[in-house]
């Protein structure tokens, strides 16, 4: 398994490519698919066979319809069952995905959304808009922080120090940097709310 990284500019995010030995690929929140995108794919010889979602903000995913028309047999998972009106399989917190042979664990991000996840696999974290480095995900109320803030401490925190974490904005990190730049000891005080 290979991680690449495409910042897509019309965007200022990052979509991720995950390519396995099989010469499929996995394309995680494809904000845009442009020829440089394209260009990552051919160069290794990559066909598109899933497209995980981290959220469904139609504006970070400008690329989905024209990956679906380049890719066929393409499969969308998602927290929702419908995406700019594609059908998605449901994903659901806890689950692990057989994705092409490659097993991929969901996390739920409440606090972000109920469309929000995180998806794991190979080391990896795709955790979308959760957070970025040194910063916790933009979230519209101070429940939504404390919410998030516990999420993170039970199901990211808990994971192996070298854990890599791939968010939507922003430069890769570690679970060991991000539990010691995010406190969590107590979500709610955090939050202003105790």
Avoid: Q, W
């Avoid at 995950?18 to 990559?46: K, M, N, Q, W």
């Amino acid at each position: 398994m290979r991680v690449y990284s495409h910042f897509a500019v019309n965007a200022l995010s990052n979509t991720y490519l995950v390519g396995l030995p099989t010469g499929r690929a996995i394309l995680i929140d494809p904000a845009a698919f442009d020829g440089e995108l394209l260009e990552l794919l051919e160069h290794h010889s990559y066909s598109v066979t899933c497209i995980l979602l981290t959220h469904s903000d139609e504006e970070h995913l400008a690329g989905l319809r024209t990956i679906m028309k380049v890719y066929s047999d393409v499969r969308i998972c998602a927290a929702m069952p419908r995406i700019l009106d594609l059908s998605a399989i449901p994903v659901n917190h806890g689950e692990t995905l057989d994705v092409c042979g490659n097993p991929v664990d969901v996390i739920a991000l409440p606090g972000l959304g109920r469309d929000c996840v995180a998806f794991l696999t190979g080391g990896f974290l795709f955790c979308g808009l959760a957070l970025s480095a040194g910063e916790l995900g933009a979230v519209s109320n101070p429940y939504a922080k404390a919410i998030l803030l516990a999420n993170l401490a039970e199901s990211i925190f808990t994971l192996p120090d070298e854990t890599v974490i791939l968010p939507f904005y922003g430069p890769p990190t570690t679970v060991a940097v991000e539990r010691r730049t995010l406190p969590t000891e107590d979500p709610l005080k955090l939050a202003g709310l105790a």
